[in-house]
């Protein structure tokens, strides 16, 4: 199974469909919020079944602002990251991935790509494709395989 996995792209509707054929080759597209109008705009160009979640600045409701998704027996919580304060650290991301029970963690907000397991959580922030805090736009690619995960970042 092969997710997509895309934040913060704050108007960048040229980038996302500049990536529509990595997208429909995946399984899943999860969206982590910032960019809510973006992803409902163009995302009916892509072939792949999308999840998203709403961020900090998306306030049109058209998105829950948490989701969890089992895959192939792995469970993925996926949130936008601000309201567990990921900018100060990722203790209460890896909190409550324990509490729903998810070994894989996604967010957004912070605008910088990182992929790191914790405690035995799998982290990932793809970055964002909109205003990346390093200049270089990214995206986020996990496949899972016989209940592993493995997750990597790609710059545009």
């Given at each position: ?36 109008t973006d992803i409902k ?40 990251g601000h309201a567990y ?72």
């Amino acid at each position: 199974m092969k997710i997509a996995v895309v934040s913060d792209t704050h108007g960048a509707i040229g980038k996302l469909e500049s990536l529509k054929a990595v997208f429909d080759g995946c399984d899943y597209l999860f969206f982590l919020g910032d960019g809510e109008t973006d992803i409902k705009r163009v995302g009916g160009m892509f072939t792949t079944q999308i999840v998203a979640v709403a961020g900090n600045n998306d306030f049109r409701g058209f998105y829950e602002k948490e989701v969890t998704e089992e895959i192939d027996g792995v469970r993925l919580l996926l949130t936008h990251g601000h309201a567990y304060g990921v900018r100060n650290g990722i203790d209460r991301l890896v909190e409550r991935a324990r509490q729903t029970g998810c070994s894989v963690a996604l967010f957004g907000h912070t605008h910088k790509a990182m992929t790191e397991e914790v405690d035995g959580i799998t982290l990932m922030n793809p970055g964002s494709l909109g205003y990346p805090d390093d200049g270089r736009p990214s995206y986020g690619i996990i496949e899972i395989d016989k209940n592993r995960v493995f997750a990597k970042i790609a710059y545009i």
